[in-house]
């Protein structure tokens, strides 16, 4: 049996299998839900769970932090 890669959600730093997360990709358009997950870009996963769901898109130092979109000096 292969061995599923393991992925970290950006809320509860939880590791899960990749399978089991939702990815989200920034670009032009801003936060995208990359729902086959090949989109290009940087991408950033996330639970399944409600809680996780409704807080990624709140939290503006989790995505600058999952995204590099600042380089840490704030």
Not at 37 to 44: D, E, L, N, S, V
Not at 47 to 54: I, V
């Amino acid at each position: 049996m292969k061995r599923q890669p393991l992925r970290t959600c950006i809320v509860c730093h939880g590791k899960h299998d990749k399978q089991d997360l939702v990815r989200h990709v920034w670009n032009d358009a801003g936060l995208v839900v990359d729902i086959k997950q090949i989109m290009a870009g940087r991408g950033g996963y996330c639970c399944n769970r409600d809680t996780c769901l409704s807080q990624v898109a709140l939290s503006e130092r989790r995505l600058k932090r999952a995204f590099r979109l600042d380089n840490g000096s704030s």
